[in-house]
């Protein structure tokens, strides 16, 4: 009995439309779960969300309940199995989490406190998502699922943002040193938005076609070991309308593609404080906004690009000095995937 009256008093039960209304209305972050009536909320996470109450205080961080069939705002949520966490603050939706996926759970309720209390302290821009079960509006990404779709692919939300995207990849050798998470909080202090982070293995078909500029070169082998050699973060960045471009901006943080030369030159930026030398370079980005789409279509190929691109400009050093490639469709890449599948076998 006492243990219900706790999670009672940790989560409050949203049944009513002006319960929601007053929910969105609440200083701070709240993290809602949405459940089905027939299986209950998600009780493994109880205790997480103990612990994170207790870790960060009582001012600014909420948990709620709300039973999917009691709400019209979430009719479509309606008859889903899988536990689903939506993240609001300032009445807006900021993130949200499918699945009992406890670390995750965690990193993004650490992440998005983060970004709430510069909102508050600092005035900065919150960064708002629309998900796909809330919107039928068509956004930067796509998710009509079809047969023999990747799971992956299917899960990233659909996003709010008609601004230019670039790639970023978080490469095995700082995920498995766990600098993930540092990584990724600089990037959002150096003023990116993260529309997507996916955790991915590589396969060699794909990095011998996304490095098929560096195909001729010694290290070339190397490189796409390397890249195959554990899991990456896979990250699409933009930018707030009237910044610096965001190819060029995350180039500029990247720094020298060299660790060593990073070091002497750069040595605030991420290759210098987080790379040991080549190919182990922390991170990877696009060259310029053509390659950043041949990129993104390779490996999100529903990914839908924004009209207006801005070029970055010559003279960066980026991985490889080859000239850029030529843009590719979605269905160019998935062929030219294939092939290079059946010449690696």
């Not at 009691?70 to 989490?97: I, N, Q």
């Not at 650490?110 to 960064?127: D, I, N, P, S, Y």
Request: hydrophobic residues 35%; contains cysteine.
């Amino acid at each position: 009995m006492g243990s219900t009256k706790k999670e009672m008093a940790l989560q409050v039960n949203i049944s009513t439309q002006e319960l929601w209304e007053e929910m969105l209305s609440s200083k701070g972050l709240t993290v809602v779960d949405v459940y089905q009536g027939w299986c209950g909320p998600c009780k493994p996470v109880v205790s997480l969300f103990q612990k994170m109450r207790i870790e960060v205080g009582l001012d600014l961080l909420h948990f709620a309940l709300a039973e999917a069939d009691c709400l019209d705002v979430l009719e479509k949520y309606r008859g889903r199995c899988e536990p689903t966490f939506l993240f609001y603050a300032g009445g807006e939706l900021v993130a949200l989490v499918r699945g009992a996926n406890a670390p995750l759970l965690q990193k993004t309720i650490r992440e998005q406190l983060q970004a709430e209390k510069r909102v508050l302290a600092e005035g900065r821009e919150r960064r708002v998502i629309k998900d796909e079960a809330l919107s039928d509006e068509d956004e930067c990404f796509s998710h009509e699922k079809e047969d023999g779709d990747d799971e992956d692919a299917y899960r990233t939300n659909k996003l709010s943002s008609e601004r230019a995207c670039t790639l970023a990849v978080i490469k095995p050798d700082a995920v498995v040193h766990g600098k993930t998470d540092e990584i990724i909080m600089k990037i959002q202090e150096a003023g990116f938005d993260i529309l997507t982070n996916e955790e991915r293995t590589m396969t060699e078909a794909e990095m011998r076609l996304f490095y098929q500029h560096q195909a001729g070169e010694e290290a070339f082998e190397k490189l796409v070991h390397h890249m195959c050699s554990g899991p990456s973060h896979l990250l699409i960045l933009t930018r707030a309308e009237g910044t610096e471009d965001v190819v060029t901006a995350w180039q500029a943080l990247m720094g020298p593609c060299d660790p060593a030369v990073a070091r002497r030159e750069q040595p605030d930026s991420l290759r210098a404080q987080y790379g040991t030398e080549m190919p182990f370079n922390a991170v990877h980005g696009s060259r310029d906004s053509e390659d950043a789409r041949r990129e993104l279509a390779l490996l999100f190929p529903s990914f839908k690009f924004s009209d207006q691109v801005p070029e970055a400009p010559l003279g960066l050093e980026v991985e490889g000095e080859g000239p850029s490639e030529a843009l590719c469709t979605p269905e160019d890449v998935d062929k030219a995937a294939c092939d290079q599948a059946e010449a690696v076998r």
